[in-house]
């Protein structure tokens, strides 16, 4: 068993069977074990690339940093904004944005480290963030909605239904499972609740007194739901997504879609003003309309031109599409 699995397993047969949230803190975070701890320590242990687990849009660098460097340029331009501008990534990984943010006064945050200024102008950028955030999980069958919970047994992590779920959650999963029921004849849905996701806005958008909140990520919105009836857990080990979110923890990554419409009632409820959503395609193409990508693309020789020009590619017709941006501002009150 993983040493995250062992710590999981005699937590679980001292206490009783975890919360979902509980089992994705300990699997990608515990300090010692967790995936994306062990990465930042262990050779070997790095998840990102073409050793690792997955790619992120970041991995495309250049052209991905200078695309997101205009569109920070062009939001300090709109402010009337100086030399003061911050740029604050939530959730930098392995900081490779840094080289191309170094115009703003640049800062990384990520679960070891970094610390935003106290109160900044500028923008909050995360890509790939609310996604790997802890996230509880529910069954709903025949109206009624049970937390699922993880037990431990002959050496195997298993899922069991747990308590009814009560309190502010409850007309969240309702509405939602209701939505699918109504479109699809599911006996049971499965749906995850974003238990972490207004906290982390709160604390990543308070020192901010104008500017922009720009949220790269997958998810579905309130409508979409419907194609989730089983849920969107997923892990994902050597470039393969897998279903089995509870095997070998600590050694596989764990993401649930980000849920947009939950997202911007909690951005409304922190006082920013939501942009209707987009593509990453759509927001990339406004980034480089204004000189026709000819900064993203610049190049010393010929390989690296074409080398730019399959990333500008692989990020506007295959990322791009799947993924989704969501435009938070905060204005001067
Ligand atoms: C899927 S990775 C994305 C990394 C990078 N943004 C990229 O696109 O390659 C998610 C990152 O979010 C970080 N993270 C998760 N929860 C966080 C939190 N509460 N505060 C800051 N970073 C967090 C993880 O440690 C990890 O580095």
């Not at 610390?115 to 069958?141: K, Q």
């Not at 009624?144 to 309190?167: C, K, Q, S, Y």
């Not at 209701?178 to 806005?201: D, Y």
């Not at 593509?279 to 080398?307: I, V």
């Amino acid at each position: 068993m993983t040493q995250a699995g062992q710590l999981l397993a005699a937590g679980i047969s001292a206490q009783g069977p975890i919360l979902f949230s509980r089992f994705m803190d300990v699997a990608l975070y515990d300090p010692e074990h967790g995936y994306y701890r062990r990465a930042r320590r262990e050779q070997g242990a790095d998840p990102f690339g073409v050793h690792g687990d997955f790619y992120t849009a970041t991995q495309l660098q250049p052209v991905f940093g200078r695309l997101i460097a205009a569109q920070c340029a062009q939001w300090r331009r709109q402010l009337g904004a100086g030399d003061e501008f911050h740029v604050v990534e939530w959730g930098a990984g392995r900081g490779e944005m840094a080289e191309h943010l170094q115009a703003f006064q640049y800062c990384a945050v990520d679960v070891d480290g970094g610390t935003p200024p106290a109160e900044f102008e500028g923008v909050v950028f995360c890509n790939e963030l609310f996604d790997a955030l802890p996230v509880d999980a529910v069954r709903v069958r025949r109206g009624e909605a049970r937390m699922m919970r993880v037990d431990h047994h002959n050496g195997r992590f298993v899922w069991i239904e747990g308590e009814p779920l009560t309190g502010p959650w409850l007309p969240y999963a309702t509405k939602l499972s209701a939505r699918v029921a109504e479109l699809r004849e599911e006996e049971e849905v499965w749906l995850e609740l974003p238990v972490h996701l207004q906290s982390l806005l709160e604390r990543m958008t308070q020192p901010l007194t104008r500017g922009f909140v720009l949220a790269i990520d997958y998810g579905y919105t309130e409508r979409e739901i419907i194609r989730f009836p089983r849920g969107t857990l997923m892990a994902y080990r050597r470039h393969q997504a897998l279903d089995d979110v509870l095997l070998n923890p600590g050694e596989q990554d764990i993401t649930a879609h980000v849920p947009f419409t939950h997202l911007e009632h909690c951005a409304q409820s922190l006082g920013l003003v939501t942009a209707p959503l987009c593509s990453l395609t759509q927001l990339l193409m406004s980034a480089g309309e204004h000189d026709q990508f000819a900064a993203a693309l610049e190049a010393s020789d010929e390989a690296s031109s074409l080398q730019l020009r399959m990333q500008l590619k692989s990020l506007l017709f295959g990322l791009g599409e799947t993924f989704r941006c969501l435009v938070m501002e905060r204005r001067r009150e």
